[in-house]
């Protein structure tokens, strides 16, 4: 028996450094990830998707939103299984209750909208742990693994949150405990457990049962988010005493939001950066934070300045790390000796200069002026 686990869909986020038409895209993409799903589905001949939470990024969504997303899910063409999670819990404002949702929800469309056992059809079973509250006070898996027994029943677990071993206060209520689940899979009651929350693909413990999948499409930064864009195709032997399992990888993603560490202490290290950045493919979906440290001259600091307004128009974004960028920009000597300006003007750059220098309160709007008087210079020189 195969079938798909994914989880963290997150349909309808919006990420807010995309440049202009780039959020649409980014929408687009989560939408064809989910739809990318159902090809895996008939090419390896799965007979079910579960989708471990987070199915919406949240409960208040436009319509346009929710019919789209009913339609990618439609467009999976095999049962497809949507277990509430803490962005879309069963609460009061659910989208799963919505008329809208009611009213276009796919046959194809099951809400696992209640605790406990699901029956996929005679020996196979879901056992579901649905979020009801943003803030559940019980580990949820732990709770509907309670009293199940090995009977011969071929059963998947589908949870949401995190686990106790990779948090650092284990003592959270909400927690799912690992031993307890290794404890069910090991008597046999469960034989996988399929997870969401989690944005990379991890595999938790050693038994090679329990997985978060990850999202299917990069919703952070790669040094935060380490192995996003896949989802899982998982075979249960029945045929097997013990239920074999085997977990394969599919990659669905397509963007990428990528995190570059880069010093800049003169034009030629500005220079490997524009070429590195020129390098990178797939730039109208890859979304690019800079940590920038150095130290620059106001002419260098120009040059660094025009390197980023150009790719800033080709990425999908390019931001500024800024907890990780530290760029001093101080003028050099004679730096603006040839501007072939006099008088009061030449008395102005000399008092700019100074400010810069001192390190101020104004410094900083001294370095933007004399950056500003370059790109002037420059223009003028060209014209």
Known sequence: ????????????????????????????????????????????????????????????????????????????????????????????????????????????????????????????????????????????????????????????????????????DRDKASLIRLAAVEAALDRGAVHYVALGDKHSRTEVGATGRVWYSGAPEVTNYDHIESDPGHVLVVDIDERDAKRAVHVEARKVGRWRFVSLRFTVDNSRDITDLGLNLDLMPDKDRTVVQLALTGSLTVTDKAELDACIDKHTRLFAALTSWDSQTDVVVLPADGEFDDLGIGGFAAAAVDELVATARDGGAQAEDARAALALLLRLVDRGAAA
Not at 77 to 90: E, Q
Not at 122 to 145: C, F, M, N, Q
């Open 1 to 168: 028996m195969r079938f798909v686990h994914t989880a963290d869909w997150q349909l309808g986020m919006t990420r807010y450094f995309l440049n202009g038409e780039a959020q649409p895209r980014y929408s687009a993409a989560r939408r064809d990830a989910v739809a990318s799903i159902g090809p895996i589905a008939a090419e390896s001949g799965a007979e079910f998707v579960v989708v471990a939470g987070d199915v919406f990024e949240h409960n208040q969504l436009s319509p346009r939103v929710v019919s789209q997303s009913l339609e990618a899910m439609r467009a999976i063409g095999v049962p497809v299984y949507l277990l509430p999670g803490n962005h879309d819990p069963l609460d009061a404002s659910s989208v799963y209750t919505s008329a809208l949702f009611l009213a276009e929800c796919p046959d194809n469309v099951t809400v696992l909208d209640r605790a406990g056992v699901h029956e996929v059809r005679p020996g196979l079973e879901i056992v579901a742990a649905p979020w009801r509250s943003k803030a559940p006070t019980i580990d949820l898996v732990g709770d509907v693994l309670d009293g199940l027994s090995a009977d011969g029943t071929t059963r998947v677990v589908v949870g949401h949150g995190g686990v106790d071993v990779f948090e650092p």
